[in-house]
Structures are given as structure tokens and as C-alpha cells.
């Protein structure tokens, strides 16, 4: 039986970019795509910058996810990570 070829992997590309016009804390672009553009605003610290990176990585795994749906996993998963303390180390 002949093998099936691996399935190319997605790369997120991570970016911080000033958000307040959009009125918005993070976004992602093309989920999609091979190489999925996720922005989050440089003024998140802490466990809202998790819950914004989990809200936007979700979009991108889960695509057809609804808004509603994506909200309230990603708070389950930063509050997860976060009681692990899984923490940002800024460079």
C-alpha cells in the first residue's frame, strides 16, 4: 500500500502591531493559509496576552470554530497555562 505524503505544516507567524484602530486586542490573517498571520497588540502583558495568543491560535486550528465557541476556550486554556505558571519571558 503506498504511503501517504506528510501533510505540509502550518508556521504561524507571530507580529506585534499597535491594534487601537481596529479596535481590536489581536487578529489573525489567513487562517487558512500555510503560514497564518497572527498580530497581537504590544500593550497586552500578562494573562490577557495569553487568553488574546490561545483566542487567536484557536482561530487558526479550528477555523470554523464560532466566535462564541473560540471566547470561551481560549479563557479554559489561558487559565490552564497561567495556573501552570506558564509565563512571557520578554527579552
Known amino acids: 500500500m503506498p504511503r501517504k505524503p506528510p501533510a505540509k505544516r502550518k508556521v504561524v507567524v507571530l507580529?506585534?502591531?499597535?491594534?487601537?484602530r481596529e479596535q481590536a486586542h489581536g487578529q489573525v490573517?489567513?487562517?487558512?493559509s500555510e503560514n497564518p498571520l497572527?498580530?497581537?497588540?504590544?500593550?497586552?502583558?500578562?494573562?490577557?496576552r495569553l487568553t488574546i495568543l490561545c483566542h487567536?491560535?484557536?482561530?487558526?486550528?479550528?477555523?470554523t470554530m464560532s466566535e462564541a465557541e473560540v471566547v470561551r476556550v481560549s479563557k479554559i486554556v489561558a487559565a490552564v497555562l497561567w495556573?501552570?505558571?506558564?509565563?512571557r519571558v520578554d527579552q
Open 15 to 20: 507580529t506585534e502591531r499597535k491594534l487601537g
Open 29 to 32: 490573517w489567513d487562517p487558512d
Open 38 to 48: 497572527i498580530e497581537i497588540d504590544p500593550k497586552l502583558t500578562g494573562k490577557d
Open 56 to 63: 487567536e491560535a484557536i482561530h487558526v486550528g479550528l477555523p
Open 83 to 87: 495556573a501552570d505558571n506558564y509565563r
